[in-house]
Nanobody
Framework: VQLQASGGGLVQAGDSLRLSCAAS????????VGWFRQGPGTERELVAT????????YYADSVKGRFTISRDNAKNTVYLQMNSLKPEDTAAYYC????????????????????WGQGTLVTVSS
């Protein structure tokens, strides 16, 4: 399976963006999918995850209340709606598939995720 993130761009603080993670090659309808980001000079961090049936979602504290992860299994696509963007949200955003069952994601190991695609750059100006 290949994942492709898109939807990034240059926006001002307070604006919104919706990122898409489109899968090809096989269905990801039964997969847990995560959104990650990596800012300048920082390590890649987990932003949000969602189970296949959307019953469970996880958000990093830094985005809780501002970002919403969702999915459309018919379109084989996962979304990240980002509202009230801040300059510190500036990063390259990536999506990937979780190879393990749902768990506590507060100290996630990035090696648990696979099928990393090319990221999409989000730049938030102040």
């Amino acid at each position: 399976v290949q994942l492709q993130a898109s939807g990034g761009g240059l926006v001002q603080a307070g604006d919104s963006l919706r990122l898409s993670c489109a899968a090809s090659g096989r269905s990801i309808s039964r997969s847990i999918v995560g959104w990650f980001r990596q800012g300048p000079g920082t390590e890649r961090e987990l932003v949000a995850t969602i189970t296949w049936n959307t019953y469970n979602t996880y958000y990093a504290d830094s985005v809780k209340g501002r970002f919403t992860i969702s999915r459309d299994n018919a379109k084989n696509t996962v979304y990240l709606q980002m509202n009230s963007l801040k300059p510190e949200d500036t990063a390259a955003y990536y999506c990937a598939l979780d190879r393990r069952p749902w768990r506590d994601y507060r100290n996630v190991d990035l090696s648990d995720f696979s099928s990393w695609g090319q990221g999409t750059l989000v730049t938030v100006s102040s």
